[in-house]
Each structure stands twice: as structure tokens, then as C-alpha cells.
């Protein structure tokens, strides 16, 4: 695997992440306004989504700044 698709790849992990993290954001606030018509347990379960997202951005940022020092040490290395 080259560091072109480990960019790309953790850039799509952080883009999911997002688009978790909105979709358990609106779930929550959803609940928050209907909440005599959604459980304790959708409120609990859209937290637990929110907290996944967050630590799936977390790590796919963390692969892309790999792979960025990767691809500068390249270059200094070539240089």
C-alpha cells in the first residue's frame, strides 16, 4: 500500500466519521425534543454513535499525519 491511498483512506475514515457523528447528532437532538416519545436507551445509543465518530476522526487524523511525516521524510530523504 502506498502513502497516496493511506491519505485517501484516512481522509474517507474521517469524512465517515463525520457524517456519523451528524447523523447521531441529529438522532440526539431529535430525542431531546420528542422526549416523551424516545427512550432513555435511543438517547444512550445515540451518544455511544457520537462518542464512535469522534474516536474514528480522532484515528483517521492520526493516519493522515502519519502519512504526511512518511511522505516529508521522503523528501528530505531524496532531497
Same mark, same amino acid.
Given at each position: 500500500?502506498?502513502?497516496?491511498? $493511506? ?8 469524512? @465517515?466519521? +463525520? ?6 447528532? &441529529? @438522532? +440526539?437532538?431529535? &430525542? ?38 512518511? $511522505?516529508?521524510? $521522503? ?5
Amino acid at each position: 500500500m502506498d502513502v497516496g491511498s $493511506i491519505s485517501q483512506n484516512a481522509l474517507l475514515g474521517i469524512s @465517515k466519521g +463525520l457524517n456519523q457523528a451528524n447523523n447521531a447528532s &441529529a @438522532k +440526539l437532538a431529535s &430525542a431531546d425534543q420528542l422526549s416523551g416519545e424516545h427512550s432513555q436507551q435511543d438517547k444512550t445509543q445515540a451518544l455511544t454513535e457520537l462518542k464512535q465518530a469522534e474516536a474514528q476522526v480522532q484515528l483517521s487524523a492520526k493516519v493522515a499525519q502519519t502519512a504526511g511525516d512518511v $511522505i516529508g521524510s $521522503i523528501i528530505d530523504i531524496t532531497a
